[in-house]
């Protein structure tokens, strides 16, 4: 009796825990710069379009590559920023609950155009 009782929880668990788990998607992709170098410690947020509500977050690895795991089915984009580089946002993304990994691919950011010093000499 013992034994069936811890079956029947083991099988509730898993079944609580695939359902979870259900419909979820990861979303993977990598930032370089114009010569196609990787932009390491970079952050990528996810928002919803629809509000644009912050839904997740991450920060690129030392070869430019990032993901972003469990994101439920819905219509999205990135926000990528890195220091020295212009923001950029990218195109909607729509999760299907069929697609289990969405790749975005490489994604090249500009560098910021340098604004120039003005220095003012002091009032007197």
Excluded: W
């Excluded at 013992?2 to 979303?27: E, K, P």
């Excluded at 089915?73 to 926000?79: E, I, T």
């Excluded at 950029?88 to 994604?107: H, T, Y």
């Amino acid at each position: 009796m013992q034994r069936f009782v811890h079956s029947l929880t083991c099988l509730a668990l898993l079944l609580i825990m695939s359902s979870s788990l259900y419909g979820q998607s990861l979303i993977q992709g990598q930032l370089t710069n114009k010569a196609h170098q990787p932009l390491p410690q970079a952050s990528v947020v996810l928002f919803q379009v629809q509000d644009s509500s912050f839904v997740s977050f991450a920060i690129t690895k030392q070869d430019g590559s990032f993901r972003i795991p469990k994101v439920k089915p819905g219509l999205y984009y990135l926000q990528y920023t890195a220091s020295g580089y212009t923001s950029s946002l990218s195109d909607p993304i729509r999760i299907n609950p069929e697609r289990s990994i969405v790749p975005i691919g490489v994604k090249i950011l500009r560098r910021k155009q340098a604004k120039p010093i003005v220095i003012k000499p002091a009032r007197a």
